[in-house]
């Protein structure tokens, strides 16, 4: 074997390897730390998630903690970017259901990048009146499809918003918050 032939073969095995390694460290996944009050409610969401073949692990890789504490008033759940607070205030810790829906709202932000709906009732609702839980777990199945329907990967969520920058259109993607609004 003549030198060059050594030097391309070293080569090659040196890409082979790095090709390797990076295939082995894409399947890495850090999931988040879940307060144990919302893990139910978090092991539903991914349920949902792998029924439906979304790969939400890339929509949840930067969220590194899912916390029950105190928020301020007024704010059943929080979307920070990295972390959701859902508010022990504002939610018992054995209303399994409102926790289940405000973790959904958050993650419908944080993980799927979903802004708020207001046109009917909707898991992404910006307002939750306390009076109509009821009426969210009654629809709870229709709802939860429809939530999960809107789902785009991130490069689709991508190209979508490259062509609204192109069409000039002004459109709210941030909004990270849920109120509470008292019924009358």
Not at 33 to 47: R, S, T
Not at 122 to 143: A, R, T
């Amino acid at each position: 074997m003549t030198k060059d032939q050594k030097t391309i073969s070293y080569l090659i095995t040196i890409v082979f390897i790095f090709i390797i390694l990076i295939g082995s460290c894409s399947h890495n996944f850090k999931s988040p730390y879940v307060d144990p009050i919302l893990k139910n409610a978090f092991d539903e969401w991914v349920n949902q998630c792998e029924s439906r073949d979304i790969k939400y692990k890339r929509d949840i890789v930067n969220i590194d903690s899912i916390l029950y504490v105190p928020l301020e008033e007024g704010y059943w759940g929080r979307c920070y970017g990295d972390k959701i607070t859902i508010n022990s205030e504002a939610i018992s810790p054995i209303d399994e259901f409102t926790l289940k829906l405000v973790l959904f709202h958050e993650l419908g932000h944080c993980a799927f990048n979903y802004p708020h709906y207001e046109w009917g009732v909707d898991i992404m609702n910006s307002i939750l009146p306390e009076g109509e839980i009821v009426l969210y777990q009654y629809f709870w199945g229709p709802l939860s499809d429809q939530y999960f329907y809107r789902y785009l990967t991130k490069k689709e969520r991508r190209k979508l918003q490259k062509r609204l920058e192109k069409q000039d259109c002004f459109c709210i993607l941030d909004e990270d918050k849920l109120q509470v609004k008292e019924s009358n």
